[in-house]
């Protein structure tokens, strides 16, 4: 069997997201979120909207399996305290011990370890807040 990496673990984690993209709508002021973006989002992306981030993959093998402890930042990004941190929990919700399948893996473990908030003010003086979480992915592939 081809070893995998994290990529399937990323790629599920979007599916997961964005299967309960609903959710994420009734969780907002306007009706919508505005995209999950990888690491930032484009330039002019309307708020809010999530964006993820690897932060680390570690491998571990031996003679029969292959385990990957990943962790992953999670951000609601919103010129609204209130909706990013109501996003965030929807965030919970959906990811935490309801990853869909990881192709090629079986998930060990889905949990939230930490918790994140930050605000920042933009060149233009609006206040941005990110509320969310560092989620840890436990899978097992069978070598």
Same mark, same amino acid.
């Given at each position: ?7 399937? $673990?990323?790629?599920?984690?979007? =599916? ?7 959710? /994420? ?10 995209? $999950? ?7 002019? @992306?309307?708020?809010? /909207? ?9 491998? !571990?093998?031996? /003679? *029969?399996?292959? %385990? $990957? ?11 609204? =305290? ?5 996003? !965030? *929990? ?6 935490? !011990? *309801? ?5 090629? =893996?079986?998930?060990? /473990? ?11 003010? @933009?060149?233009?003086?609006?206040? $941005?807040?990110?509320?969310?979480? %560092? ?5 097992? =592939?069978?070598?």
């Amino acid at each position: 069997m081809t070893r995998t990496t994290e990529a399937p $673990i990323l790629q599920s984690l979007v =599916q997961t997201l964005r299967a309960n993209n609903s959710a /994420f709508d009734a969780a907002t002021i306007d009706g919508s979120l505005h995209g $999950i973006h990888e690491e930032t989002a484009p330039t002019g @992306t309307k708020m809010p /909207f999530l964006i993820y981030r690897l932060v680390y993959a570690v491998y !571990d093998d031996d /003679f *029969s399996n292959r %385990t $990957i402890r990943a962790a992953v930042d999670i951000e609601a990004v919103s010129e609204n =305290q209130v909706e990013a941190s109501n996003l !965030d *929990s929807v965030v919970l919700t959906t990811v935490e !011990d *309801s990853l869909a399948a990881v192709i090629g =893996q079986s998930i060990l /473990f889905c949990r939230r370890v930490a918790g994140l908030r930050l605000s920042e003010v @933009t060149e233009e003086g609006k206040k $941005i807040y990110r509320v969310g979480g %560092t989620y840890s992915l436990w899978t097992d =592939q069978d070598l």
